[in-house]
Structures are given as C-alpha cells and as structure tokens.
C-alpha cells in the first residue's frame, strides 16, 4: 500500500523556526518533493530530495532519510506568508507521484 | 514565460452530466499529470501523459478520461458525474515525464462543483 502521513496542523511564531515532518510507507522510492500550498493556490515546488541528507534552500531545507522512510521540511525566520499548507509527495516510479495530505502552517505574530 | 494554464477556471454541473477540462503546459514540457484535490486533503494522482501517450494511471474509475494532444496540451473527461466528483482539478506539467523523478508545476486548478 501507499501510506504518506504528515501533522495535520502547526503553529509557530513569526520569526522562529518551525520542522514539519513526513514519513512514508510506499511500494517504490525515487525521490520526494516538497510543495507549498496557500489557500486557493496550485501547489508550487519548493524541494526535491533523491540521497539521504540534508538539502538547503534560503530559509527552507528538506532533509531525507531513506532507510527511515522519514523527511522533514525546515522552515527557518519565519514570515507570516509562510502560513500555507506544505505537502509531501513521493515520487514512487511508474509514473506517479503520491501525496500526502498535507500540514496546515499558521504563523502568527 | 507563461506557466501552466487551465480553463476553466470555475465549473458548475449537475448529477449524471459530463465535463472537459483543458490544460495547457509550459512551453517546452512535454509531459501533463492530471491530480485531484478535495478539500482539506493532498492532489491524488489521476493521470499523466507524455508524447500523447498514457504512461501513469491512479486508482480512478474509466469515468475519468483524457488525451494528449501534438502541441502537449490535454483534456480532461469526466463521465456520469457524481457529488463526489466535486473537487478542484489540477493538471501539472514536467519536462521529460521519464522514468525518473522530474520537478512538476502546477496550473491554477479548475474548481468543479456537482450539484
């Protein structure tokens, strides 16, 4: 089966840093992305992780462990339009990309 | 560059009917996923294409149709509608659509409603 869990809701406060994990279960492996999602919106992308480590990007890093089935999304400084859902996908091969549903980020001030 | 584009951008139809939606990538890519999403939950995966070929299939019923067409736009056909089919439809383009991990980009959505 194809499992992805993530915390259904955060809070943090502006300035800080924030971790939104994600552990998967899924019959295939070949990467995991990170996308954010405001209200509304299409999601869009923010990371990409094939080997395991430690990804930075600006304020976000993605960190893998494959062995674990285990990720998480880094959030640093946190800005007030970082409030959004963030979404975990992984990409299993034969073409498909599995999402999970998704952590609801609140900042506030 | 424009990104990815989709009309309609809103849809009302009722029980039993039938609907289209149409994507249209970013220059350049040549593959189109097809997600929906439901409130409050992540795109499940429903279709993807690359060179006019069907590559990836998600665990929808054959009500859910689509094609790709030379210029890599793609439509989407839902038969025999059902209140469950209520969702916002997002088509998302990629440039290779290998075998490999390759970054999608999503469109604005199409919001479909049932009623």
């Known amino acids: 089966g194809q499992n992805i869990d993530q915390p259904t809701e955060m809070t943090a406060t502006e300035g800080a840093i924030v971790q939104i994990n994600c552990t998967y279960q899924?019959?295939?492996?070949?990467?995991l992305f990170w996308y954010q999602q405001h209200a509304g919106e299409a999601p869009t992308f923010l990371s990409y992780?094939?080997?395991?480590g430690l990804e930075e990007k600006g304020r976000f890093s993605s960190f893998l462990s494959r062995s674990k089935g285990y990720s998480y999304l880094l959030l640093k400084e946190l800005q007030m339009k970082d409030s959004a859902s963030y979404l975990c996908?992984?990409?299993?091969?034969?073409?498909?990309?599995?999402f999970g549903a998704g952590t609801r980020l609140f900042v506030k001030a | 560059d424009a990104g990815v584009t989709q009309s309609p951008t809103h849809l009302i139809k009722t029980r039993g009917q039938q609907v289209t939606l149409r994507c249209s990538p970013i220059s350049g890519h040549k593959s189109v996923s097809w997600y929906q999403q439901v409130l409050g939950q992540g795109p499940q995966f429903i279709f993807q294409?690359?060179?006019?070929?069907?590559?990836g299939r998600g665990n929808f019923p054959d009500r859910f149709s689509a094609r790709q067409f030379p210029n890599y736009s793609s439509e989407l056909n839902v038969n025999a509608l059902l209140l469950g089919d209520s969702a916002l439809y997002l088509c998302?383009?990629?440039?290779?659509?290998?075998?490999?991990?390759?970054?999608?980009?999503f469109g604005p959505g199409t919001r479909l409603t049932v009623l």
């Open positions: 899924t019959s295939g492996f070949n990467g």
């Open positions: 992780n094939v080997l395991d």
């Open positions: 998302a383009s990629s440039l290779l659509g290998t075998s490999g991990p390759d970054t999608q980009y």
């Open positions: 996908a992984v990409y299993t091969g034969g073409f498909k990309t599995i």
């Open positions: 294409y690359y060179e006019k070929e069907e590559r």
